[in-house]
């Protein structure tokens, strides 16, 4: 059974940083590409970060830019995301995603990825 398991959310201040982990087992993700999504209350997901199946190439969406870092450990079979520099925007439930495309390039598309974990809550307070 596949599963991704998120941890590190949490609630902060304006400023602080957070460091999501999500940890994948039942199969190994090394040749594909992983990515974080976000949810916030009454809108819609929408895409943050993504890596490729090496670490050597990732993409951010315009809003977190500079602030938050995709990055995986394939020993270990997890993705990252420091977050920092936290804005009170940044509040969301944050989704690790894995492909199951071979070609092992990120994505920006949620219809891409073909598991997702249940989310960890990020809360930043002003």
């Known amino acids: 059974q596949v599963q991704l398991v998120e941890s590190g959310g949490g609630l902060v201040q304006a400023g602080d940083s957070l460091r999501l982990s999500c940890a994948a087992s039942?199969?190994?993700?090394?040749?594909?590409?992983m990515a974080w999504f976000r949810q916030a209350p009454g809108k819609e997901r929408e895409f943050v970060a993504a890596?490729?199946?090496?670490?050597?190439?990732?993409k951010y969406a315009d809003s977190v830019k500079g602030r938050f870092t995709i990055s995986r450990d394939n020993a270990k079979n997890t993705v990252y995301l420091q977050m920092n520099s936290l804005k009170p925007e940044d509040t969301a439930v944050y989704y690790c995603?894995?492909?199951?495309?071979?070609?092992?390039?990120?994505?920006?598309?949620?219809?891409?990825?073909?598991?997702w974990g249940q989310g960890t809550q990020v809360t930043v307070s002003s």
């Open positions: 890596i490729n199946w090496s670490g050597g190439s990732t």
């Open positions: 039942g199969r190994t993700f090394n040749n594909y590409a």
């Open positions: 995603a894995a492909s199951t495309r071979t070609s092992g390039s990120y994505y920006t598309s949620g219809g891409m990825y073909g598991y």
